[in-house]
């Protein structure tokens, strides 16, 4: 079993920061590849940023709503990914998901068999 635990949501300005981490446990942390997804109240979870493991070279890849504000990185020594948020707006309000794959970075949910519990981020106008 592997087992993820987000932190770092809270409430935030319109144009503010936040940094969220991902702290995982499990055997081969460095050759996963991670990801970040979000879920809106009556909206589908939707992929935000990704990074591949150790396995192959190193890519980051994102969703065009959030490309040149947030930053996806992965510390292999501590098993945490983080994702650095910046220029928030309202529109990212949503309930953050880290998730993991054996496998290579996919832009849908149903490829990450591991998940998080969520941490919510809320942007105010």
């Known amino acids: 079993q592997v087992q993820l635990v987000e932190s770092g949501g809270g409430l935030v300005q319109a144009g503010g920061s936040l940094r969220l981490s991902c702290a995982a446990s499990?055997?081969?942390?460095?050759?996963?590849?991670m990801a970040w997804f979000r879920q809106a109240p009556g909206k589908e979870r939707e992929f935000v940023a990704g990074?591949?493991?150790?396995?192959?070279?190193?890519?980051?890849y994102y969703a065009d709503s959030v490309k040149g504000r947030f930053t996806i990185s992965r510390d292999n020594v501590k098993n945490t990914v983080y994702l650095q948020m910046n220029s928030l707006k309202p529109e990212d309000t949503a309930l953050y998901y880290c998730?993991?794959?054996?496998?290579?970075?996919?832009?849908?949910?149903?490829?990450?068999?591991?998940w998080g519990q969520g941490t919510q981020v809320t942007v105010s106008s």
């Open positions: 998730a993991a794959s054996n496998f290579v970075v996919v832009f849908t949910a149903t490829g990450y068999p591991y």
């Open positions: 499990g055997r081969s942390f460095s050759s996963a590849a």
């Open positions: 990074i591949s493991g150790s396995w192959s070279a190193s890519s980051t």
